[in-house]
């Protein structure tokens, strides 16, 4: 190989999600404060539901007790099962379709939402066994779930989505209003 | 001579009468000498003419009972004296109307037989609508070889197919029922099957004569080069139409065909109804014609040949095959086009289709040995390169292009094609990848690695080809890994792995769906930077001596 180059220092190089993944956000979750979801939409148009850095779950001294992926009474997001190449079987998600619950060890408990249309593929399981790698890895192995959208809607589903840029100027906004005495 | 026997004779003059070519009556004599066939049409007309005379001569001194009576029991009996040229439509209403009428049928037979005498030659039979007639002629074989020579093939046989409309299906059948009974008369043993098929007639008249056009040139039942020639007539393409009311399940729509009224769906139908229902939809004879079918045009295919090698790829924004994202090309080029234009440009052939023994990205260089891979090429004007034109066309392609290389190419057959498929996950690949550390890391730290075999890893389908591939875990084996530190972030890992292993996502992890992965071994984050495939151990196609 023809490693002559040096790489300097370990910020530099762009990362995996850099590379191959465009971000997109929802912020403040169905009219709930700071409660922002991150879709990672890869260039093959599969996308990745994490938590935004900014999320409640996230911030300073929260730890996760628990993740629960029954929706409800009939509905369990384990029991989704994908076969073949076209992956017929998935559960099929809108916008506000609910993926999991987390309670944290404060009992507050928050919802995780789809964000987008499409058909879901898996949900992280790790994260019921290690609920840690949630606060620790939130952009990688701590994502929520992964989701195909249809073909036909691999560029329009992320048109209600906020882009990088956008959702840092959401985020300033919110420092700067909380930074304000009222 | 024509081998007719005296039983053929009924046969023959309802055959003439009906408005048949002498070789469609050849074809329901089950006449299966091809010499028969290959005499001129004029000569065999000739024969039937005075055949049948002999058997009028013969008939009228000592056999007129049995005559009436067959005359009475088909009711569609030779075309009577009213029938004339343009009369075709309403042959069947005079056939009736003449056999209403026993005594003249002796003066009807002679009439007919002179009329079929005098115009026979030049009018367009009712059953092959020409195809054994003017369309099987030395003139049309020059044509034929004509087509052949233009296209420049290189080939020392041939085989002759034909395509002939489907409504040649329906007149056959109409014919068959207008002489069944005779038929089996002849023989009882005989049956539909057994009437020379227009197809054959026609290839055994043709094949000679197109070889003789092609010297040198064989024209056999079995060869990789394929001469079609096609005839339309579109006059009578409504012929088959009302089998599509009468047989509906046999004509289904489809989206690749341009008319229902397939070769193949005819004769089912045909199979299918029953003759009360055909002749109530249908003439028996068949009417006339007013032309003969066209010869729509000489299509020439030749078998594919297979191309076979291995290939090295020097370059990391250079796609394996053509990368098109919504109809939009990205990177200009890619390695099989690098490699199949001046493949194809030698065997002059019309396309090709590219395999290989697994790919790699488009930012992956295949190192060592190189890849096997082997090339379908369709439709080859030449098919037949020396080794040392190989060697030549080889040179070519690597002279072409620095962002590939080519060794080991040479023709292979079809079936050892698969054997670069066949226990492709099995065998062993190596890699070279440039890893980074986010913790800086010293020679210490990573050694361990060297001391790893065969590490039982599980990798659900990455997220980067789980468009195109099912979801599942795959358990792959990393039989060895070396490691060879650059500086503290920086260092390559050389692997050997079982081939199907995703290298990219056992160094990142893939979200964690990779497990384990480097990032857990090493206890920090890793990335790829850089990856070679090193070696592809797969022992095809054999290697070529330089």
């Not at chain 2, 260092?491 to 990779?514: M, N």
Request: aromatic fraction near 6%; hydrophobic fraction near 35%; include cysteine.
């Amino acid at each position: 190989m023809d490693g002559t180059e040096q790489r300097e220092t370990a910020q530099a190089a762009p990362s995996v999600i850099d590379r191959y993944y465009t971000r997109w956000y929802r912020a403040d979750m169905k009219g709930k404060p700071c409660e922002d979801h991150c879709v990672l939409q890869h260039s093959n148009r599969i996308c990745v539901i994490t938590l935004a850095e900014t999320h409640p779950i996230l911030q300073s001294g929260r730890t996760v007790k628990s993740i629960n992926y029954q929706i409800s009474n009939g509905c369990s997001r384990l029991n989704n099962k994908v076969s073949g190449k076209s992956k017929r079987g998935g559960q099929f998600l809108t916008d506000f379709a609910p993926l999991c619950r987390i309670t944290c060890t404060d009992e507050t408990e928050y919802t995780i939402y789809s964000c987008i249309r499409g058909r879901l593929l898996e949900v992280n399981e790790d994260i019921l066994k290690r609920p840690a790698l949630l606060l620790e890895k939130p952009s990688t192995e701590g994502y929520i779930a992964v989701i195909l959208p249809k073909f036909e809607e691999s560029k329009s589903i992320t048109e209600n989505l906020l882009s990088r840029e956008e959702f840092e100027e959401v985020v300033s906004k919110r420092a700067a209003a909380q930074t304000q005495p009222s | 001579m024509l081998p007719l026997k005296d039983k053929d004779k009924p046969l023959v003059q309802k055959l003439l009468a009906a408005g048949c070519c002498a070789r469609c009556v050849l074809r329901f004599c089950c006449v299966g000498l091809h010499a028969a066939y290959r005499q001129p049409c004029q000569d065999s007309l000739k024969e039937l003419q005075a055949f049948v005379s002999d058997a009028e001569n013969g008939k009228s001194e000592q056999a007129a009972a049995p005559e009436p009576a067959e005359g009475n029991s088909t009711s569609h009996d030779a075309a009577g004296p009213n029938s004339t040229e343009e009369n075709s439509t309403s042959q069947d209403a005079a056939g009736a109307e003449a056999s209403e009428d026993p005594p003249s049928k002796r003066m009807k037979l002679e009439q007919s037989v002179s009329e079929a005498q005098a115009d026979g030659a030049s009018r367009v039979c009712v059953c092959c609508l020409g195809i054994l007639q003017q369309l099987s002629e030395h003139t049309q074989a020059v044509k034929i070889a004509e087509a052949v020579k233009a296209e420049n093939y290189e080939f020392d046989s041939l085989v002759l197919s034909v395509s002939l409309p489907a409504q040649l299906c329906v007149r056959e059948h109409s014919c068959w029922l207008h002489v069944k009974k005779e038929v089996r008369e002849k023989c009882m043993t005989l049956d539909k099957d057994d009437v020379i098929q227009v197809k054959e007639a026609f290839k055994w008249i043709m094949q000679s004569l197109i070889a003789k056009e092609l010297r040198g040139v064989s024209v056999v039942t079995k060869s990789v080069f394929e001469v079609g020639v096609e005839f339309t007539h579109p006059e009578t393409d409504a012929d088959c139409h009302f089998l599509a009311t009468a047989c509906p399940d046999c004509f289904k729509p489809t989206k690749n065909k341009l008319s229902v009224f397939t070769r193949m769906a005819v004769v089912k139908a045909l199979e299918k109804i029953p003759a009360d229902k055909f002749l109530k939809h249908y003439p028996c004879p068949p009417p006339r014609p007013a032309g003969s079918c066209s010869f729509q045009d000489v299509q020439c295919l030749h078998v594919a040949v297979f191309v076979a090698g291995r290939y090295n790829k020097f370059c990391r924004s250079l796609p394996q095959t053509p990368w098109v994202i919504d109809g939009e090309r990205r990177m200009e080029s890619s390695v099989e086009e690098l490699i199949a234009a001046p493949i194809l440009s030698a065997f002059r052939a019309d396309g090709f289709n590219f395999s290989s023994s697994g790919r790699e990205d488009v930012d992956v260089r295949t190192l060592g040995n190189g890849r096997p891979f082997a090339m379908e090429l369709l439709n080859p004007h030449r098919s037949r390169l020396s080794r040392a034109e190989m060697k030549q066309l080889q040179e070519a392609i690597n002279k072409s292009s620095d962002k590939i290389r080519v060794r080991d190419l040479q023709i292979v057959t079809r079936e050892a094609t698969g054997r670069m498929k066949e226990g492709e996950e099995e065998k062993t690949k190596s890699y070279t990848a440039l890893v980074w550390t986010q913790k800086p890391v010293q020679k210490d730290d990573i050694a361990f690695l060297d001391e790893i075999k065969e590490l039982s890893i599980d990798q659900k389908t990455p997220l980067r080809v789980l468009h195109r591939r099912a979801l599942a875990v795959r358990q792959r084996l990393v039989h060895s890994m070396s490691t060879r530190l650059l500086d503290p972030h920086h260092f390559y890992l050389s692997l050997k792995t079982q081939a199907g292993t995703y290298i990219k996502e056992f160094v990142h992890g893939d979200f964690g769906r990779t497990k384990p992965n480097l990032c857990e071994l090493l206890k920090t984050d890793t990335d790829i930077l850089e990856l070679d495939v090193e070696s592809v151990d797969v022992d095809w196609p054999p290697a070529i001596p330089e």
